[in-house]
């Protein structure tokens, strides 16, 4: 893949890539390899997802047990309803 930079960028790819001992392109490539690599990127939260463990079905039956043990009951009336107080 070809990828077209301005001058500038170029020039200061080159600069830094000169500074650091490597090539402009793994100066390139290493940035853009930390860029994607950051805890924010969505890629890494999807990495990190896709390596988690599936749940055994127990533990979904716990989960959901737990959940509707939580539910509050349906109320017919607003929390607002009857006020003021008579």
Do not use: C, N, Y
């Amino acid at each position: 893949m070809t990828i077209e930079i301005p001058d500038d960028l170029a020039r200061g790819l080159a600069e830094i890539a000169a500074g650091q001992q490597k090539s402009v392109e793994q100066v390139a490539l290493d940035s853009l390899r930390s860029l994607l690599d950051r805890a924010s990127s969505p890629g890494i939260v999807l990495r990190a997802i896709r390596q988690l463990a599936h749940p055994s079905a127990a533990a979904v039956d716990d989960l959901e047990a737990a959940i509707a043990a939580a539910r509050m009951p349906v109320r017919d009336q607003g929390a607002f309803d009857g006020w003021p107080p008579e």
